[in-house]
């Protein structure tokens, strides 16, 4: 895999709790491979809003929580899964944020039947305690494009792959063609991508953090959005071979660092320079990693730390967020520059 264009690190909206699970996201690209394999979940069925229950094939855990299964939902438009089947606070991950449906489907019928062309299945690879679940959306057209004439011209590929133990995930994205995005983005120039911790759907508004991706979709930002509808998009079609990735900061809340763990930021608040001091039992902090965030969940400074005086001089005053990753957890400390 060749990283392309930029590595986008996000920490969003960091918490001071020792278990807070935060995501680094980052773009590629690599050889886009169809699923063989695979065990269909349409079998053989067109399908329109699908409503399927997933075993992931292993537990994974997704914002400080722990599953089995991953749901695609009938009011989800078809690329948007959950991981639970609340009707109140749900999990969600939008791997795809456009409305799409089964090239088969025949709006005159309007009904299913065994014609499709737009294949939904799954499969889980690799060796216990490194497994990857995989789901694939292959050759998927889109509603609107398809509800003008019944002819379905547009389409896409993509995947979603989670990943047992580091607890990643990746979208990819295969080939493509959209000629017309009004009507296959429902008015909007693109799709989205989303995590989110929690969405009400009894109002639509997010409860915890999100992570939504938008704009150029080779070098896509970060932005944030208080509700689930009018969500900022793409302003173009995902190429073919991309990647996103989004790494778990947290392999498993189980191993969170110790409450008990004392670390102390010396001075606070700092002009030039700070030192992280640790108490007698933290000798493994050592050639920990360490990411300084703002308080806009922007990675400021990236570093392993050798020693424990950190230069912050060509840093701006204000707040930060001092992150310390080791093989057991992640602690997070305030600090202000002045």
């Known amino acids: 895999m060749t990283t392309r264009l930029l590595l986008i690190t996000l920490i969003s909206l960091i918490t001071l709790s020792l278990q807070a699970q935060t995501y680094q996201f980052s773009v590629s690209t690599d050889t886009y491979t169809d699923l063989t394999g695979s065990t269909s979940l349409n079998n053989g069925m067109t399908w329109d809003d699908p409503e399927f229950a997933i075993p992931i094939g292993f537990e994974f855990e997704y914002f400080d929580s722990v599953y089995t299964q991953i749901f695609i939902e009938d009011s989800a438009l078809g690329g948007i899964l959950s991981f639970n089947d609340s009707e109140e606070l749900v999990p969600t991950l939008a791997a795809y944020g456009a409305d799409v449906i089964d090239r088969g489907y025949d709006f005159v019928v309007d009904d299913y039947t065994q014609t499709s062309q737009s ?4 499969l889980v690879e690799g060796e216990e305690g490194s497994r990857i679940f995989k789901l694939e959306w ?3 057209g889109f509603y609107d494009e398809m509800d003008v004439d019944n002819v379905s011209t547009d389409y896409t590929n993509f995947q979603l792959w989670l990943y047992e133990g580091s607890n990643d995930i990746e979208v990819r994205f295969g080939p493509n063609s959209v000629t017309q995005p009004d009507l296959s983005y429902d008015g909007d120039s693109g799709a989205y991508i989303a995590l989110v911790e929690e969405i009400n759907y009894f109002n639509g508004f997010f409860n915890g953090e999100v992570l ?7 070098a896509p930002t970060a932005v944030s959005a208080p509700y689930y509808y009018n969500l900022p998009t793409f302003n173009g079609t995902i190429p073919e071979g991309t990647v996103y990735k989004f790494e778990s900061m947290v392999v498993s ?4 660092l110790a409450d008990d763990l004392q670390i102390t ?27 300084i965030t703002n308080a806009q969940g922007q990675v400021v400074r990236a570093l392993q730390l050798t020693s424990n005086t950190i230069d912050i001089s060509d840093m701006n005053a204000g707040v930060y967020f001092v992150q310390i ?12 520059k002045k």
Do not use: M, R
């Open 212 to 218: 939504l991706l938008a704009g150029d979709p080779s």
């Open 265 to 291: 930021l010396v001075p606070n608040p700092s002009d030039d320079y700070f030192q992280i001091i640790f108490d007698e039992s933290s000798d493994e902090l050592i050639n920990s990693n360490i990411l």
């Open 138 to 140: 292959n050759n998927v």
């Open 119 to 122: 294949n939904l299945s799954y």
């Open 253 to 256: 809340t189980s191993n969170a």
């Open 325 to 336: 990753q080791t093989t057991s957890g992640i602690a997070t400390c305030k600090l202000i």
